[in-house]
């Protein structure tokens, strides 16, 4: 007889298993779980088998051929387009001239079919369905019969209002080929919705049969560790691969289980499996082939797939492990969770319940994952980075996430705590704004929402108005797709590490304060925060010798946010600005290229303008680039030690912190103006901690990031701006002068991937090695050179260690790096 297999499915709620695989080919019992539906036709006579393929079509084409190895023949009928159930048999109509069997290749059943043919001649109908009694039939389509077994109707995915009978369409049909009268060809047709209505409409019969045996659609994550379970307690007929020990554990051809490892049946243990001592394999646990269980590991009621790797002391329970996975030594993967091929689990990291891991992943050591990790994402070891929460919008990022993220951050504060809160001018930032709000509202904390503001701004109201806190949302700089989550403490400073540390515990505890009704947080908008910032940051300046001064610059908003600010305060300083994109909107933050051109063109509208400067201002309000005024750009080295020359000539004494990353010339220009250095570690925060204290002057990153304290200790551009003219004014020099007196810098960069694990290892052997040499320890191990330098450092995001190097020329700079860079890869 002749049979058709759909196998034309994607699989979508079995992702992330069948993101890379079709779902026929997902494996049960270590077959691909069409292979026990072709098995189980060739039992009943069914030798001439059509497949419907579309998803993935050749990874089903491949592993079958032409069903010569199964004792079958078989073809293969591929749909373009999806055509439903019916349309694509009807795509194989010239191969079905007889009575045939129509079977989905993704269900797991022994149903006699035999006695299901035999029935189905009996009646002389177009068509027969085999029926299975359920408990649960709401998930189902439910076919309602008569007493002779002909059918009476079809309710597809009834309510429990509807459900009149408890038997339900297992998707198996005997049809005669008369039915493709009603399959009009290369259109989108299902049996149980057009095609079976539509022939009872004719008045021709179609019968129900109710089968003996098991059938499961394996349509769930849920169902698929089910159908495990049943097929170890023995309720569905399969052959299982390996040698029987006992009653219920099957051990496969070649498998290596060692005399002190413990299985604690029923289990499936995959051919050439390596289990190793003190491994514990408990009940309902299926190993694909070629798995390898070290020492220590538990697992329970878990699928494996085949090649895996589970490292000493891992913890499995109620999880499926897709091919060819890596976990590291103590991980562990929570109920409910779910990996996809290839992922890598570092050690000590937590997949929590219910997370999907989808293919190719990495989760870094030590890293708790609490939500799904999708396309082009992974997890970190940290829940907070360089610059805060950040992540796809949408994806990583999700209003859920910025929900919790704000309970977590609002319980970390008393009840009835006052949070700043803003947004740029992106559509997803305006949206996941609104579920921040939510989650501070409902942890009892009240919210000041400047609404649309650069991140100084922010900054600004927050120590203004000496609210509790502040969080801004905004795209990435970097990354157009991305979005930020940035929260601030009391002073308007990124929050520091312990604060981090306690809103990672309680997001990851989900220890949420939940606010009864009547502490609710409230919101408010505060009225003039542009004027105090404003009025603010003129006081900081000599407005008297500005205007006197009145400067001429050009400027590009970039359609951020700063378009709201610079322009009150410039006017009150007399300055006449050319301003291009001149207002906020939600714009494309465009490539590299894009925002070289248009530095560019400011360069050129500063030269034919005659300006005095010009200044690209980013997004974010932060950051920016400056043009002097014979319209060439200053690289961030360049702006740094312009800045630091006018600081130093205009205020005698000053104090300038300075990331210890800054080249040695920064010394030297401090050093002949009287100036004095504080050095301090890479990161922002650190930066704005030092500038608030100590009373420094000035401070400065190498990434275009300027402080002025005695206005606002954090990265402003328009301040940066702002005091940049009052300096010129102060000194009486053109940008340029101070540009053309400007040493070279030759500083060479390099990266070397390390593991997690070997960080420790690599900076102790840098100190040990450094004997004898001056070292500088404020952040990484920086050893001093006659002529320069070399810092070492580790990346704290990523596995990787930075080496900086400074010498008198750049290819000695690169030789300097290169050297410490081959050290750290012997280290490693």
């Known amino acids: 007889m002749k049979a058709v297999i759909l196998a034309g499915g994607e699989g979508t709620r079995l992702r992330p298993l069948t993101s890379n695989q079709p779902k026929p080919m997902m494996p049960v019992a270590n077959r691909p779980m069409m292979e026990h539906i072709v098995r189980l036709l060739a039992e009943h006579g069914f030798d001439d088998i059509v497949v419907t393929v579309a998803f993935l079509a050749n990874h089903i084409r491949t592993y079958f051929g032409d069903g010569s190895d199964f004792g079958v023949r078989m073809r293969y009928a591929t749909e373009d387009t999806p055509l439903g159930t019916a349309g694509s048999v009807r795509n194989a109509a010239d191969e079905l001239d007889e009575t045939f069997l129509v079977i989905s290749g993704d269900v797991l059943t022994d149903i006699d079919l035999s006695a299901f043919v035999k029935a189905h001649r009996s009646t002389g109908a177009a068509g027969s369905i085999a029926l299975k009694r359920v408990d649960d039939p709401v998930e189902f389509g439910i076919v309602i019969t008569h007493d002779d077994g002909s059918i009476d109707r079809f309710l597809e995915k009834p309510t429990w209002g509807q459900v009149f009978s408890d038997t339900i369409n297992t998707g198996i049909y005997v049809l005669e080929p008369e039915v493709f009268d009603f399959i009009h060809k290369g259109e989108v047709v299902d049996f149980s919705s057009d095609v079976f209505p539509a022939i009872l409409k004719r008045g021709k019969p179609l019968f129900g049969y109710v089968a003996e045996g098991y059938w499961e659609d394996v349509g769930t994550l849920e169902a698929y560790l089910r159908a495990h379970q049943d097929i170890l307690d023995g309720k569905v007929n399969i052959e299982i691969d390996g040698f029987r020990l006992g009653e219920d554990v099957w051990l496969g051809e070649g498998a290596e289980v060692d005399p002190d490892a413990r299985i604690d049946g029923p289990a499936i243990i995959g051919s050439n499996c390596l289990i190793e001592a003190g491994a514990h394999v408990r009940e309902y646990t299926v190993l694909g082939r070629d798995v390898v269980v070290k020492h220590d590991a538990s697992i329970v009621r878990s699928v494996v797939h085949e090649h895996a790797y589970l490292g000493p002391a891992v913890r499995l329970r109620g999880t499926v492990i897709g091919r060819s996975c890596d976990l590291r030594a103590h991980a562990a993967v929570e109920e409910g969770a779910v990996l996809g091929d290839e992922c890598f689990v570092g050690e000590g990291a937590v997949v929590n319940p219910g997370v999907k891991v989808y293919p190719f992943k990495t989760v870094e050591a030590g890293a708790v994952v609490t939500s799904s990790i999708v396309w082009e994402s992974r997890g970190a070891r940290t829940l907070f980075g360089r610059r805060g929460v950040a992540g796809l919008a949408n994806v990583d990022i999700t209003p859920e996430v910025a929900t919790r993220l704000a309970m977590a951050y609002g319980t970390s504060l008393k009840k009835g705590a006052v949070v700043s809160t803003s947004r740029d001018t992106s559509r997803v930032a305006r949206a996941l704004k609104r579920s921040i709000i939510g989650g501070l509202n409902l942890s009892g904390v009240n919210v000041e929402d400047v609404e649309l503001a650069t991140v100084p701004l922010t900054r600004f ?51 949420f304060r939940r606010a009864f009704a009547g502490d609710i947080g409230d919101i408010v908008f505060p009225p003039r925060s542009l004027e105090y910032y404003t009025a603010a940051l003129e006081a900081s300046v000599d407005k008297g010798r500005l205007r006197e001064r009145a400067f001429k610059v050009v400027l590009d908003y970039s359609f951020g946010a700063s378009s709201l600010v610079m322009p009150a305060v410039l006017a009150k300083l007399g300055a006449d600005v050319l301003a291009v994109n001149p207002f906020a909107a939600t714009r494309s933050r465009g490539s590299a290229d894009d925002r070289t051109e248009r530095i560019q063109r400011i360069g050129e509208l500063v030269r034919a303008s005659a300006s005095d400067l010009g200044m690209v201002i980013d997004p974010d309000g932060e950051t920016g680039t400056v043009v002097d005024d014979t319209g060439h750009m200053l690289d961030p080295e360049q702006a740094l030690l312009a800045l630091l020359t006018l600081v130093a000539e205009a205020r005698p004494g000053a104090r300038v ?30 930066l704005m901690e030092v500038a608030s204290s100590d009373r420094v002057d000035f401070a400065a990153s190498q990434e275009s990031g300027f402080i002025w304290p005695d206005f606002l200790p954090a990265y402003d551009a328009t301040a940066t701006l702002v005091k940049l003219l009052d300096l010129l004014a102060v000194t009486g020099h053109k940008l340029s002068e101070i540009v053309a007196t400007l040493p070279a810098v030759h500083i060479a960069h390099e990266t070397v991937p390390t593991p997690w694990e070997r960080k420790g290892a690599v900076m102790r052997e840098m100190v040990e090695r450094a004997k004898g040499r001056d070292v500088v320890l404020v952040d990484g191990v920086k050893i001093l050179h006659p002529d320069g330098w070399a810092l070492v450092l580790p990346d704290p995001e990523e596995p990787i260690v930075h080496v900086w190097a400074e010498a008198g020329t750049d290819n000695e700079a690169t030789q300097l790096a290169a050297e410490y860079a081959r050290r750290i890869a012997q280290i490693v």
């Open 657 to 686: 912190a300075l990331p210890v990353s800054v080249s040695k010339q920064a010394e030297r220009i401090a050093s002949e103006r009287g100036a004095e250095i504080v050095w301090t570690k890479l990161s922002a925060s650190n």
């Open 461 to 511: 109201q927050v120590r203004n108005s000496m609210t509790d806190g502040g969080i801004t949302v905004r795209l990435s700089p970097k990354d157009p797709n991305s979005v930020e989550i940035r929260i601030l403490d009391n002073e308007g400073r990124d929050i520091d590490e312990a604060a981090q540390r306690k809103i990672e515990r309680l997001l990851q505890r989900e220890d």
